[in-house]
């Protein structure tokens, strides 16, 4: 069966609607508006790509179809929001390829961070730097003046995931259930033992701990600050922003 065919196949199974409350006895309340996403300066966001990993074995074992999900989420968008235009695609990859789904699907649609991470890694620049915090990604290292600072594995996990979402405040949820994806009941920490690690990372910084802020009751920010410099490398994680 042609690509084409694939999604312009109607469905005749079933398809998901958007999901509408029950008419309120009041008028609520308005809804809270989103925190703002920081975006490269001169940018604005024009939409979103959704990559979606599943194979057809896998579709079919759901009992539905790829063209089937493809109307499904056309028909949704269509009653959230009538004016936006849609196109979709089907990843094909060699019979075979190994790999988290998704992933494959990525690299064979040519997503920049997924096609970043099959490239050679560049030369990366080593000149010593007197002083300030250098968080160099690429090798997962920081320094601080000049010296490499014995940071734990969650230590940089944590310090990075914020240094790649910029300006937002992260709530401490949203850090438990990134650092820890997989994690049992028992293995996650709770919100705050968030602050913990927080607090060792800041200690760990010195006097560059303010890079760290803390947004009360919500979570922490990451800010650009003149005293760090960020050295990125090919496979550097996207920044995941929804």
Request: no cysteine.
């Amino acid at each position: 069966m042609s690509t084409n065919a694939l999604l312009e196949r109607p469905s005749t199974t079933r398809h998901l609607r958007a999901v509408t409350a029950p008419t309120p006895q009041l008028a609520p309340e308005p809804a809270a508006a989103a925190p703002p996403r920081a975006v490269p300066t001169g940018t604005a966001p024009r939409g979103f790509a959704l990559y979606v990993g599943l194979d057809e074995a896998k579709a079919a074992a759901a009992g539905v179809s790829l063209g089937t999900l493809v109307d499904a989420i056309r028909r949704t968008i269509g009653e959230l929001a009538p004016e936006a235009e849609t196109y979709a695609t089907v990843a094909l990859a060699p019979a075979g390829a190994g790999g988290r789904d998704v992933d494959v699907v990525r690299l064979a649609l040519h997503e920049p961070s997924a096609v970043a991470r099959t490239k050679p890694e560049e030369p990366i620049d080593d000149e010593p730097i007197d002083g300030g915090v250098v968080v160099d990604i690429s090798r997962k290292r920081v320094l601080i003046d000049g010296d490499s600072a014995a940071f734990t594995f969650k230590e940089f996990e944590l310090l990075q995931y914020l240094v790649l979402r910029e300006g937002r405040t992260i709530e401490r949820t949203e850090l438990v259930n990134s650092l820890w994806q997989g994690a049992t009941e028992d293995e996650a920490p709770g919100e705050r033992t968030i602050d913990v690690h927080v607090r060792r990372l800041r200690a760990k910084l010195g006097r560059y701990e303010d890079i760290v802020r803390t947004v009360r009751g919500v979570g922490y920010r990451f800010d650009r600050h003149a005293d760090v410099i960020i050295r990125y490398g090919h496979g550097t994680p996207s920044p995941d922003r929804f």
